[in-house]
């Protein structure tokens, strides 16, 4: 244990160290790192330049999430060019034809709902899948995008309300019952889903009368 804590605390001190050197370009390249290598602290990284310079949420918002187009494309180009089958390596049967019909329904969202979830959302399956099952590149960027672009902000918007700590709390919900916060976030996605739908039906027919 007392092995595993000084690593964490070296690879702590390493990525703080890394930050000081990029400056306001660290959420970018630890963005980008993430997408396209190992996991990084991403949130923890937004979060904390948020809290520190108020006045640029955006700028870091759009950095990392522009980090995370660019870095997500190397598996983009893998998953394009060696097909389904590369995907079908890594996940049992049945998750493949779970990410298969979810792309094939609506390919757009079934990358951009993933891509707006912390860990341990597995994200780059669903890139690898968006790549094996043709999807647009245009649109796989714009739903990246969009996707950690709604994430980030809402963790710069929680950390400018609540702290930097709300990160650690939000990461422990996701990991310790993720099912419950899926369930619930598509639960209220449903809820507004249909609120909007019934709202377009009542103009509609309001006009008509």
């Known amino acids: 244990m007392k092995s595993i804590g000084h690593i964490l605390a070296k690879y702590t001190a390493w990525i703080w160290g890394l930050l000081q050197v990029l400056g306001i370009w660290g959420p970018f390249v630890i963005s980008f790192a993430d997408s396209a290598l190992l996991g990084m602290p991403v949130d923890a990284i937004v979060a904390t330049y948020v809290y520190n310079d108020h006045k640029r949420l955006l700028f870091y918002v759009t950095l990392a999430s522009a980090g995370s187009v660019l870095g997500s494309i190397p598996l983009y180009l893998i998953g394009y060019a060696g097909g389904e089958a590369v995907l079908r390596k890594r996940i049992p049967e049945e998750r493949f034809l779970q990410i298969h019909r979810s792309f094939e329904h609506n390919p757009f969202w079934a990358l951009m709902f993933p891509g707006m979830m912390p860990p341990p959302m597995p994200f780059k399956l669903f890139v690898l899948g968006a790549a094996a099952f043709e999807m647009r590149f ?7 995008f ?5 994430r980030f902000l809402a963790v710069g918007l929680l950390t400018l309300r609540f702290g930097p700590q709300i990160v650690s709390l939000l990461t422990y919900l996701f990991r310790r019952h993720f099912a419950w916060v899926i369930g619930a976030i598509a639960g209220g996605l449903l809820v507004w889903f249909l609120m909007r739908r019934s709202g377009k039906s009542r103009q509609s027919g309001t006009s008509r009368v």
């Open 138 to 144: 245009t649109h796989f960027a714009v739903a990246i």
């Open 146 to 150: 969009a996707a950690r672009f709604i």
